[in-house]
């Protein structure tokens, strides 16, 4: 990684050509200018390829927004100047799927796996004691320390759930502190049964139906279920998922993780906006996600932490899906909040080119949560990018490790 960073200066650039079809650019905005690659995922742009790729470029910043983007010979006059020296410019990470709000250490976990036992959803029981434990202040500070870790690598918009609580209390808390960070906030109460209710599994969907969604609802955007042995059944998993719909939360399906099982189809059933993991897919799930809104979201990183095995990538891509990826970055299954990490994987062992984990990352990332602001780098598009220590995009698989994100934009502002 640069030692220096990007160069900033006053200075207009020396074109002052005019910002073609885009919008009127103020003085006062910024360019970054000199850019060897940059990616902005609008395939009517530059190369014409999904990836929008643009050779020699420049991206115009006005207030929180892209004004501008094309060749760096054609970009308008402004007071502000970055020269990113040759370097890649990328839209900011969308990670659409993480837990961040939890205390405590799975550690004795993950390494029992390594030694070979089988990674198991009953694990979650472990860090709910943790978190019920904490206090508020604790699980703020560990959720603004995994952001900050997350931005450094360049993710800009996050999700993030409830669900290491299962009481109503505890379940309601961890949204009210998620929602000081993120709009994207997601009840997950039916994560796995509470220990509270181990022999009433039907009353303790009661309460996630009932007072808990009646306490989380005012906090959450979204509504999550655990389909999967050992969680919740279709049928239980139907119950929840409808109750949040009618409260106004968007389904989301932790689905096909373990096992072959009913999450996909319902998810595609609910018009859920994800259905995540895609470990174990039928014919027939795979093609009702081609067929439908619903994005497959896959996380590699649980499949590095538990010796799983991977998701099958270009399965879904070859059938016409739309797929994400993201770190479902939690203590017990998957503890990396990189989501450069999460490309590589992907491009090594889930059968994706660098392009398709790039776009799975940033656009993918983006429909996953419906948003259309975010995940892609065009005039109007919030500005969020990253300025990579290298020439392409690749790199982020071509190197896999190195920290090569090396200045950060959220919202127009740097931010690192």
């Known amino acids: 990684m640069s030692s220096?960073?990007?160069?900033?200066?006053?200075?207009?650039?020396?074109?002052?050509?005019p910002a073609t079809a885009n919008s009127a650019v103020a003085a006062t905005a910024t360019v970054i200018t000199n850019i060897a690659s940059l990616v902005t995922n609008d395939p009517s742009l530059g190369d014409s390829s999904p990836l929008g790729l643009i050779q020699d470029a420049a991206v115009v910043i006005d207030g929180d927004r892209v004004a501008w983007v094309g060749e760096s010979s054609k970009a308008p006059a402004t007071d502000n100047r970055v020269d990113a020296a040759g370097r890649a410019v990328i839209p900011g990470f969308v990670d659409s799927h993480s837990h961040l709000v939890f205390a405590g250490d799975r550690t004795a976990e993950f390494s029992a796996r390594m030694s070979g036992q089988p990674y198991a959803a009953g694990g979650i029981r472990t860090t709910v004691a943790a978190t019920r434990a904490a206090t508020d202040e604790a699980l703020e500070a560990n959720v603004v320390r995994y952001l900050r870790e997350a931005l450094h690598q360049g993710t800009t918009v996050f999700e993030t759930k409830s669900g290491y609580g299962l009481t109503v209390e505890?379940?309601?808390?961890?949204?009210?502190?998620?929602?000081?960070?993120?709009?994207?906030?997601?009840?997950?109460?039916?994560?796995?049964?509470?220990?509270?209710?181990?022999?009433?599994?039907?009353?303790?969907?009661?309460?996630?139906?009932?007072?808990?969604?009646?306490?989380?609802?005012?906090?959450?955007?979204?509504?999550?279920?655990?389909?999967?042995?050992?969680?919740?059944?279709?049928?239980?998993?139907?119950?929840?998922?409808?109750?949040?719909?009618?409260?106004?939360?968007?389904?989301?399906?932790?689905?096909?993780?373990?096992?072959?099982?009913?999450?996909?189809?319902l998810a595609v059933e609910l018009d859920a906006a994800s259905a995540d993991h895609c470990t174990h897919l039928t014919d027939a799930d795979v093609d009702a996600l081609a067929h439908s809104r619903t994005v497959a979201t896959l996380l590699p990183g649980a499949e590095f932490s538990t010796r799983a095995e991977w998701p099958d990538a270009r399965r879904l891509l070859d059938a016409g899906a739309t797929v994400a990826l993201s770190t479902d970055c939690n203590p017990g299954s998957s503890f990396t909040s990189a989501m450069p990490f999460c490309v590589a994987l992907a491009v090594r062992d889930m059968g994706m080119t660098p392009d398709e984990a790039l776009w799975s990352a940033t656009a993918g990332g983006a429909r996953a949560l419906r948003r259309t602001d975010v995940g892609h780098l065009t005039p109007g598009a919030r500005a969020d990018l990253a300025l990579l220590d290298a020439p392409s995009h690749v790199h982020l698989a071509y190197r896999p490790g190195v920290p090569l994100v090396s200045a950060v934009w959220q919202r127009g502002e740097r931010v690192r």
């Open 170 to 265: 505890d379940e309601a808390r961890a949204l009210r502190i998620a929602a000081r960070h993120t709009d994207e906030t997601t009840f997950l109460g039916a994560h796995v049964v509470s220990p509270d209710y181990a022999d009433d599994p039907a009353g303790y969907v009661e309460l996630v139906t009932g007072p808990m969604l009646d306490a989380c609802a005012p906090h959450a955007r979204w509504i999550d279920v655990f389909c999967e042995r050992g969680a919740f059944d279709g049928d239980q998993a139907r119950a929840i998922l409808t109750a949040g719909r009618a409260r106004g939360l968007h389904p989301r399906v932790h689905a096909n993780q373990l096992s072959h099982g009913p999450g996909v189809q």
């Open 4 to 17: 220096t960073g990007p160069e900033t200066t006053n200075s207009a650039p020396a074109s002052s050509a």
